[in-house]
């Protein structure tokens, strides 16, 4: 088994406050969610936490590779800046609770890393690195990647954060299991000495970043299966698990709870109690014995005028009383401003920003700045209601509110607030006409290569771009002036989820969608008695904005199509229904089988700065993360395929979501979708075949009683084609008519060779004979979970491997039984056919065709 992560070997990965903050690190940032509350216990951790100057970075690869339990340690256990840079977003994994995959699965997960630090209380940063999936080298990871251009980002990170001690998860061996986790090492290494060298990556430094030799680089040890305790010399040993009695929590209790942020890869983690060794081997820099900081000053006196800070920070923890915060906040806003007095230090910005969260938390203050709509388009005007509210009767007055950019807000002169009676004021806002549109900035264009366009310097790294627009408040707390700023957000009720926030984003006045997501179109097309060619109908949906606008739809195709009309003139109101405009495509006269892409865009006639709009909006909605907005191109794609198939009512059992239904519907199908009470009652002899969806069986326990129902369908004479599931040993010999057992194997090769021990077998042959071409352009993988053992009645119809591995031969196993057929697949449809590979829609096709 090559292991796309080491979670995913089994070894105890484990793990760690959004901050979020910029290099200026000028303003609180984090996402659309208002600040956390701090209880008593975590007001006091967190004035022992500003005491601590020491920052820690932890390198690794993937989402869900960092150590959880080491990341609670440092950020609460040692009370450092605590920081994963992980060098992906996690793009090419799975999601085992939706059907998003690619570029949507990394906007998830990077919300779900974020999500993991607001618990284990460290920082997110990111390289442009992508996940192309599973690589068999550092080697390959490093050409695909651009080895320079990570470098350079981590180079980035370091300079930006200058931690004391950085961290890798992985040797820079073989034993990472993964060329990306090879790789992290690697980079890491080399970074440790490129970031304290001037002359590499010098733009960073003309930019205002500073070269950063850090104290030292340790390695996280792992040893593989029950080794016990780890006695080789020269390991600085940690007990990850200790009791912290001011929690009361462990730190692994703290990291399973962080580390189960990681919904989509079905990664609810125990919370374990209990010492938990942990040893780390010092690979570059000054040796330690006993302790990671070791010869590190990590109080206030190691920098200048830091002395002063810390005996404001000393007072306040020793006046600090749960019963009365309020009482330290004029000591922490001292504290703030002796921060501010000591220049060009990544932790003292940071400590402010923490300082100015505590004066929050102590006064018991409630500010906000809420957008009356979620998406607003250029040139459009939204209300906004600033609040703010002194709960804890600190003595606040407001100063001034200021929209930032843009500058609308109130100025009419201090106001001084009652103890726990609200202020608020409706500002009207005016987005600008040329403001950029939102979605996350790495997507903003194309990648390159393995590497996301990101052209703004300033963003690399970072998790997600600053908010475009904040309300500034200054305001006099007791007695001294602090200004504070929050994003604007939208805020709504769940009548499930209760209260929920999200950020308030520039969409476009237009949003433009196609009927369908892809279009099924056969090769060639062209009918050569007559010369007619397949004219098929395509519509556009629009949905109108807030703002009123005036011109014209088009679509664009490669050329050789033809698309009509040319164009169309529309006028949308704002808020009006959405409106469908038809389009006739004729494709070519004949074309290869081949994925070809469709394109809308709407270009306004005047008042948008000459601007063309050609996006569509997609919300992600989790309930585990803020909603996320993405505006990918509005597009569709279009299959050329001769593909045939003979399947006309199919059943669909939907699992964690796939686009199988789309595609049987393309190929002529009608799909129907059952729920557990038609798999149990309705007549299932009458569908032609039942398709299983991806992890059905694992996220429908009633599916696993229901399956004897399923089996007795396939004995009458029907036709069951099972997609992935995830090993579960609750399924082991359940699934199929005869034992089957589901493993992890797999073959992340997508260009695997594909042998076909039987040429003939109809799985191949009818409808659709599938040839060599038919195993070209696929894309990530070519299949999962596959089955090992079976029993001999399966016919293994295709073999394939990685690269020294044995053959994997469950990735398509085929039975008759009673008058029907059985058919279990590993092959991951789930990304060919959204990716329109031609012959995995031909193959597909064959899976649901009866070979009667
Ligand atoms: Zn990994």
Redesign the pocket.
């Known amino acids: 088994m090559i292991p ?5 070997r089994g070894l105890r990965a484990s793990a760690a406050l959004l901050l979020a903050l910029t290099i200026a690190a000028s303003t609180v940032h984090a996402g659309a969610l208002p600040p956390p509350p701090k209880d008593a216990a975590q007001i006091r951790l967190a004035l022992e936490k500003l005491r601590v100057t020491g920052t820690a970075l932890y390198v ?3 989402p ?2 960092e150590n959880t339990a080491m990341l609670v340690w440092l950020s609460n256990g040692r009370k450092v800046r605590t920081a994963y840079l992980a060098m992906t977003r996690g793009d090419g994994g799975q999601n085992l609770i939706g059907s998003d995959v690619g570029d949507r699965l990394g906007v998830i997960r990077t919300q779900e890393l974020l999500a993991a630090r607001r618990v284990d209380g460290a920082e997110q940063y990111f390289t442009r690195a992508l996940d192309f999936g599973f690589s068999k080298n550092p080697e390959e990871t490093m050409a695909i990647w651009g080895r320079d251009s990570v470098l350079s980002d981590v180079v980035r990170v370091i300079r930006m954060l200058r931690p004391d001690v950085i961290v890798t998860r992985f040797a820079p061996d073989s034993t990472a299991g ?1 060329g ?2 090879t790789a992290s090492a690697m980079l890491a290494e080399e970074a440790f000495s490129a970031a304290a060298d001037p002359a590499r990556f010098p733009d960073q430094i003309r930019a205002g970043l500073k070269p950063w030799q850090a104290k030292r680089l340790a390695w996280n040890a792992y040893r593989f299966g029950n080794a016990g305790p780890d006695n080789t010399p020269d390991r600085v040993h940690v007990d990850l698990g200790a009791y912290d009695p001011l929690l009361g929590r462990s730190y692994t209790e703290m990291a399973g709870e962080s580390r189960s942020m990681h919904k989509t890869q079905g990664f609810g983690a125990a919370e374990r109690r209990g010492t938990f060794d942990n040893s780390y081997q010092v690979k570059f820099g000054a040796p330690a014995k006993t302790d990671l900081f070791e010869g590190v000053d990590l109080t206030w006196k190691r920098f200048p005028g830091g002395a002063k800070v810390d005996g404001l920070l000393e007072r306040a923890l020793k006046q600090y009383d749960p019963a009365k915060p309020q009482a330290i906040v004029p000591l922490l806003l001292d504290a703030y401003a002796a921060m501010q007095a000591i220049p060009d230090q990544p932790v003292v910005r940071e400590r402010e920003q923490e300082t100015l969260r505590l004066v929050e938390a102590c006064g018991g203050l409630w500010i906000e700045a809420i957008a009356t709509r979620p998406l607003v388009s250029p040139g459009s005007t939204v209300k906004v209601v600033t609040s703010v509210l002194d709960r804890g009767g600190v003595g606040v007055s407001v100063d001034q509110v200021a929209i930032q950019p843009g500058g609308a807000g109130w100025t009419k002169g201090s106001i001084a607030l009652s103890p726990n009676a609200p202020w608020s004021d409706t500002v009207s806002v005016t987005v600008a006409p040329d403001a950029p549109l939102g979605g996350p900035y790495w997507l903003a264009q194309p990648p390159v290569g393995g590497l996301a366009t990101v052209s703004d310097p300033a963003l690399r790294g970072l998790p997600e771009a600053p908010p475009p627009t904040v309300a500034r408040f200054s305001l006099k707390i007791a007695g001294r002036a602090v200004t504070l700023e929050r994003p604007l957000v939208y805020r709504w009720v769940d009548p499930v989820e209760g209260e929920r926030y999200r950020a308030m984003e520039v969409a476009p006045p237009v949003r433009l969608r196609f009927d369908r997501d892809f279009r099924l179109t056969h090769a060639p097309v062209a009918d050569s008695k007559s010369g007619a060619r397949e004219v098929w109908p395509l519509g556009v949906s629009v949905s109108p904005a807030d703002v009123r606008v005036t011109g014209t739809l088009s679509v664009s195709a490669p050329s050789g199509w033809t698309i009509n009309p040319a164009f169309v003139t529309l006028t949308m109101q704002p808020g009006a229904a959405d409106t469908t405009v038809p389009f006739t495509v004729t494709p070519p006269a004949s074309a290869p089988s081949s994925a070809t892409m469709l394109r809308a865009s709407f270009k306004p006639d005047q008042g948008a700065v000459g601007r063309t709009y050609d996006t569509r909006v997609v919300e992600l909605d989790y309930a585990h993360i803020p909603m996320q907005v993405m505006e990918p191109p509005a597009q569709v794609r279009v299959v050329v395929t001769d593909a045939k198939c003979t399947a006309r009512n199919v059943g669909y059992i939907m699992g964690s979501g796939d686009t199988g239904p789309d595609a049987l519907r393309e190929l002529g199908a009608s799909v129907t979708l059952l729920d557990d009470g038609d798999v149990e009652s309705s007549d299932l002899l009458r569908y032609d075949a039942i398709v299983v969806g991806v992890r059905a069986y694992n996220t429908r326990p009633r599916l696993r009683a229901l399956q004897p129902r399923l089996l007795d369908y396939v004995k009458g004479g029907g036709r069951l084609v099972v997609q992935y599931q995830t090993a579960d040993n609750g399924l082991n010999n359940r699934i199929g008519p005869f034992p089957l057992t589901i493993s992890r194997d797999r073959v992340t090769v997508e260009e695997a060779e594909m042998r076909t021990p039987s040429a003939a077998h109809p799985l191949l042959n009818k409808p659709n004979r599938i040839g060599a071409e038919d195993w070209q352009g696929w894309v990530q993988e070519r299949g999962l979970y596959y089955a090992n053992p079976f029993d001999a009645k399966y016919d293994v119809v295709v073999s394939a491997n990685d690269p020294n591995e044995p053959p994997r031969n469950g990735g398509l196993l085929y039975t008759h039984y009673g008058k029907g057929t059985f058919i279990y697949t590993g092959l991951a449809f789930f990304r060919q056919l959204p990716a329109g590979v031609p012959g995995a829609w031909r193959l597909f096709a064959n899976l649901v065709s009866p070979e009667r």
Do not use: K
């Open positions: 796309r992560c080491l979670c995913a690794a690869a993937h869900d590779d993964h990306h986790h």
